[in-house]
């Protein structure tokens, strides 16, 4: 008994110091030259962060909050899981003026919001702090949002913006998931550690690990199969030869991360069309459609793309469309584009998902095709998509929402399955301060990309879509109002 005792001091001192479419049911709407929007109805839904793997996680009626399928497994491989992630963890100096201690910590949102350990910053002096980017990059704390000794840890501001960032899993962590660490131990940069949970513990608060936690690594990342963080590292018994670590649950910051992630303006997109039954939300890994099962073509589809995301080892050789067997939906196939002089056009871009073999395969469903017209798709609107991977590198990530305008249907349908041909195409780009939109015609005389574009209040108006909308609404009426070509650059 008293062994146990001793067991549970140590625990406690040792430590290791790291609105896509909600409709704005406008009245009226300017008309567009040939455009006429024709809106299937369909109920409010919300778009959630990339996360699933070549299978769909979900599929939603978007009128109705039920799950119908959930298929496949959703991990990725720990080479992804590092690539992906690794730099969004940075290490951490503090300094009293006399002394020094080293930690680690995470971005939670691209808007530099970050997590650590508060006994990382035990003793130190403000101002005496270093934020070590992976590149080297060197920033200060701008501002603490909530610390919490109790419960060990820190929510803070570092000032820097369009950062790669871990997203926060929903799902609650179980005792044998395989999980993965990365932190700085004795000062060894991003080190990838790789484990088991042994247990949960103190009320669901403490999570034991098999990985290793050293000195440095507290206030890393807890990771799960999908690459998303379940936990904040904290500690490790160093006398211990049963490989006792352990993490703070990510549970335990939730209830402050959601105002402050919309302060600082890292949103979720929230569009929205009127109701209908034929539209579900199906989630891939790196990007989420909304499908017409009417149409047989994708509503929009929608995804975050980092700078670290642009380029890649993978890509689309050997690769074609097929139909997506798992969600159980009408789709096109093979058959209704053969001959037919339309093009297979990706919404979401395979060149965009380079990054993971498993993504790029996903984007090779019919789920996420349209039928575009050959100059159109090997032009104009390539040259655009090139645009978007370009500003991802020169801005730090851009968020990206595109696909039909179906309008007044003037070129009928596709093959026995009648797949809808849109009238046109639009993309709406957000980065950072600033927004832009698209619309291209599905032919091949649109004019150059600078008279394609447009503010996205214009986008609204063409599409009834309410772009960004879960955005504080005179922020959102500012950057949608304009759009600045000298941001963007050369069209």
């Known amino acids: 008994m008293r062994n146990l005792f001793y067991l549970f001091i140590l625990l406690l001192l040792v430590g290791c110091t790291r609105r896509a479419p909600i409709s704005k049911n406008r009245n009226s709407r300017s008309e567009n030259e040939n455009i006429t929007i024709v809106k299937p109805e369909n109920g409010t839904f919300s778009p959630s962060e990339n996360n699933t793997n070549r299978k769909p996680k979900t599929i939603d009626v978007v009128d109705t909050p039920k799950k119908i399928l959930n298929a496949g497994n959703n991990s990725l491989s720990p080479e992804e899981i590092f690539e992906r992630n690794t730099s969004a963890v940075f290490k951490i100096h503090t300094s009293n003026g006399f002394t020094g201690g080293q930690g680690s910590g995470f971005f939670i949102s691209s808007e530099g ?27 200060k704390i701008k501002e603490v949002y909530y610390k919490s000794k109790e419960e060990d840890f820190i929510i803070f501001k570092v000032d820097i913006s369009g950062v790669n960032y871990i997203k926060i899993s929903n799902e609650s962590p179980r005792i044998g998931e395989k999980i993965y660490t990365i932190g700085s131990p004795q000062g060894y940069d991003n080190t990838f550690s790789s484990g088991e949970i042994s247990q949960i513990r103190n009320n669901g608060k403490l999570i034991q690990i098999s990985a290793p936690i050293d000195h440095g690594s507290s ?4 990771l799960n199969s999908k690459g998303e963080a379940i936990g904040i590292t904290s500690s490790g018994v160093d006398t211990s030869i049963a490989n006792l670590n352990f993490a703070i649950n990510i549970d335990l910051i939730k209830p402050y991360i959601s105002e402050i992630i919309s302060e600082n303006r890292n949103i979720s997109k929230s569009l929205s069309t009127s109701e209908s039954s034929n539209l579900y939300k199906i989630e891939y890994m790196g990007y989420e459609v909304l499908y017409n099962a009417e149409y047989r073509i994708p509503q929009w589809v929608e995804y975050k793309l980092t ?153 609204e108006e063409i599409t009834g879509y309410d772009f960004f909308s879960e955005m504080d609404d005179e922020y959102e009426n500012r950057i949608e109002s304009s759009y600045k070509l000298k941001y963007w650059g050369p069209l």
Not at 114 to 139: C, D, P
Not at 219 to 222: D, E, M, T, W
Not at 396 to 424: F, H, R, S, W
Request: charged fraction near 25%; proline fraction near 3%; charge should be negative.
């Open 113 to 139: 919001v970050a997590v650590s350990n508060y006994h990382v910053f035990k003793g130190a002096t403000i101002g005496y702090e270093e934020i070590i980017l992976s590149n080297g990059l060197r920033y």
């Open 307 to 459: 700078v670290s995301e642009v380029d890649g080892p993978y890509s689309r050789k050997g690769k074609d469309f097929r139909v997506d067997s798992n969600v159980n939906l009408p789709q096109a196939d093979d058959y209704d584009y053969k001959k037919s002089g339309w093009s297979r056009g990706h919404m979401a871009p395979a060149a965009d998902f380079k990054w993971s073999d498993e993504a790029m395969w996903d984007t090779f469903y019919y789920t996420n095709c349209c039928p575009q017209n050959q100059s159109l798709n090997a032009g104009q609107w390539e040259t655009l998509e090139e645009k978007v991977r370009g500003w991802a590198k020169r801005f730090g990530y851009v968020d990206v929402v595109t696909g039909p305008i179906v309008g007044k249907n003037v070129y009928g349908t596709l093959g026995k399955n009648k797949v809808v041909i849109p009238d046109a195409f639009f993309k709406a780009i957000l980065s950072h301060d600033e927004a832009i939109g698209f619309v291209m015609y599905n032919h091949n005389e649109n004019e150059n990309l600078q008279k394609c574009a447009m503010s996205v209040d214009e986008l």
């Open 219 to 222: 206030g890393g990342v807890l």
